[in-house]
């Protein structure tokens, strides 16, 4: 069972940038199909990013796609999202997922394809 950890949280300003990075025990993350996902208070868990085992293969919010950006770090093992022009209403709780898979090119959407979270790291924007 693999536990997942996110790190790069923080308070930053409009228009600032965030990298956070997902990192798995035992330097496991490389086998597993990733995502990004997050939760404002009052609100649904909502889908950012995910990227297959391979990194070939990246899907995206399409209201984010133009400021996310998800990508593997193969030395580090890890898996970041790289965040720019942030909002105020980006504000939530960042949470990484990951899924056992067998194929090196998939790659999940939903919340319910993942078997594994991390805890959450809280990204504030606010000026």
């Known amino acids: 069972q693999v536990q997942l950890e996110e790190s790069g949280g923080g308070l930053v300003q409009p228009g600032d940038s965030l990298k956070l990075s997902c990192a798995a025990s035992?330097?496991?993350?490389?086998?597993?199909?990733v995502g990004w996902f997050r939760q404002a208070p009052g609100k649904e868990r909502e889908f950012l990013a995910a990227?297959?085992?391979?990194?070939?293969?990246?899907n995206y919010a399409d209201s984010l796609k133009d400021r996310f950006t998800i990508s593997r770090d193969s030395a580090d093992d890890t898996v970041d999202l790289q965040m720019n022009s942030l909002k105020p209403e980006d504000t939530a709780v960042y949470y990484c997922?990951?899924?056992?898979?067998?194929?090196?090119?998939?790659?999940?959407?939903?919340?319910?394809?993942?078997?594994?979270w991390g805890q959450g790291t809280q990204v504030t924007v606010s000026s």
């Open positions: 035992a330097g496991m993350l490389k086998r597993y199909a």
């Open positions: 997922a990951a899924q056992a898979t067998y194929s090196r090119s998939d790659y999940y959407i939903q919340t319910a394809e993942y078997d594994y």
């Open positions: 990227i297959s085992r391979n990194g070939g293969n990246r």
